[in-house]
């Protein structure tokens, strides 16, 4: 997985990632308790300002039982 993502590729794991969240029918709050990921941390990925690391997205993706790459893939159906 690479450690660097460029601005359109936040919007892109942000989307990947509202949708997983959705899906599984939690807010921010309760997936910010489950990982340890400050509920912050959603909204500056979401408002540009800051990005996703892998050590977070490592922690998300075991949450919701998928893997990093799934974050940089195609949309989700």
């Not at 601005?7 to 921010?28: F, I, P, Q, T, W």
């Not at 997205?57 to 949450?63: D, H």
């Amino acid at each position: 997985f690479r450690t660097s993502i460029n601005a359109k590729e936040v919007k892109k794991v942000y989307r990947k990632y509202c949708e997983l969240r959705d899906k599984s029918g939690m807010n921010d709050y309760q997936v910010a308790k489950a990982t340890g990921i400050h509920q912050s941390t959603f909204t500056d990925w979401k408002n540009g300002r800051s990005k996703p690391g892998v050590e977070k997205l490592a922690k998300i993706a075991k949450g919701f039982g998928c893997q990093i790459e799934d974050f940089l893939e195609r949309e989700m159906v």
